[in-house]
């Protein structure tokens, strides 16, 4: 009899055991100060994120920092949905919300050779880009090599002599 009553005791003592270090957790907590919250809260922040959005360099995250970044989170997770989603309809074939492994090799393989068709129109696009440049290059050269030969005068015994030799071929 005394065993009935031993195991139930056992019991709520092990739940309490269980449970009691989580309530002394959340009691310390509601005890924290508005203040201590923060600075808690700061020493959370990565230096990255520090180095990006504390714009009074001071360390910490004011309100409005802290306001922007989470801003930027919620954009970034946004986008991130959305093109999750945009991969779904465009590669879930089955339309079963998730990529099965032939799905996500189909996927993969297209987005190659779009990466790949969008590197090779960029590649073509500079090529041109460099022969035009260069064509430029070739016809301002030509201009001032005909100018520089425009402004010479020639002597007028050369030019007489071409003059002549022109004349006799044309006789012939």
Known sequence: MKSDRLFPRLALVAVLGLFLPVLH?????SAMSAEDASESADAEVPPSVLARYDRNRDGKLDEAERARWQADLAA???RYRAEREAMLER???????RLSAE????????MQRERLDRDGQRMRERAERQRAEREKAEREAAAKV???KAGTTQPAETAASEESDGEDMMMR
Not at 25 to 29: F, N, R, T
Not at 91 to 97: E, I, L
Request: aromatic letters at 4%.
């Open 25 to 29: 957790a959340q009691e310390a907590m």
């Open 76 to 78: 970034r997770r946004e």
């Open 91 to 97: 590669f879930d074939t089955n339309r079963d919300g």
């Open 103 to 110: 799905e996500h090799a189909a996927a993969k393989l297209e």
């Open 146 to 148: 005909a100018a520089a």
